[in-house]
Nanobody, 127 residues
Framework: QVQLVESGGGLVQAGGSLRLSCAASGRTFSVLAMAWFRQAPGKERAFVVAIRWSGGTTYYSDSVKGRFTISRDNAKNTVYLQMNSLKAEDTAVYYC????????????????????WGQGTQVTVSS
């Protein structure tokens, strides 16, 4: 089992920045990739970004490319999401996800790729 705990959400003005963290504990030796998804009110959960644990290859959605940066600290089993130039449309609950069963770049954007999920952290961007 793996547990994921997100932190760092909050309220920020448009154009501002926030950094989210997601710490993994438990059977972390089996991590293949971690990702962030988000769900805005009334919308489906959407892929934001993923990072392959070995090698650090990253995969970004077009909506955040150039504004968000994912990074990882292997020693701490923690992934970070630096969010800059935030927009009102970035308002959502952000979920951390982890894959320990399988991972391929072509499927990085699918929620079904990930078998562990955090509880989510709210990010609100005021315009």
């Amino acid at each position: 089992q793996v547990q994921l705990v997100e932190s760092g959400g909050g309220l920020v003005q448009a154009g501002g920045s926030l950094r989210l963290s997601c710490a993994a504990s438990g059977r972390t030796f089996s991590v293949l990739a971690m990702a962030w998804f988000r769900q805005a009110p009334g919308k489906e959960r959407a892929f934001v970004v993923a990072i392959r644990w070995s090698g650090g290859t990253t995969y970004y959605s077009d909506s955040v490319k150039g504004r968000f940066t994912i990074s990882r600290d292997n020693a701490k089993n923690t992934v970070y999401l630096q969010m800059n130039s935030l927009k009102a449309e970035d308002t959502a609950v952000y979920y951390c996800a982890l894959s320990s069963s399988s991972f391929s770049s072509s499927l990085a954007h699918l929620s079904t790729t990930y078998n562990y999920w955090g509880q989510g952290t709210q990010v609100t961007v005021s315009s």
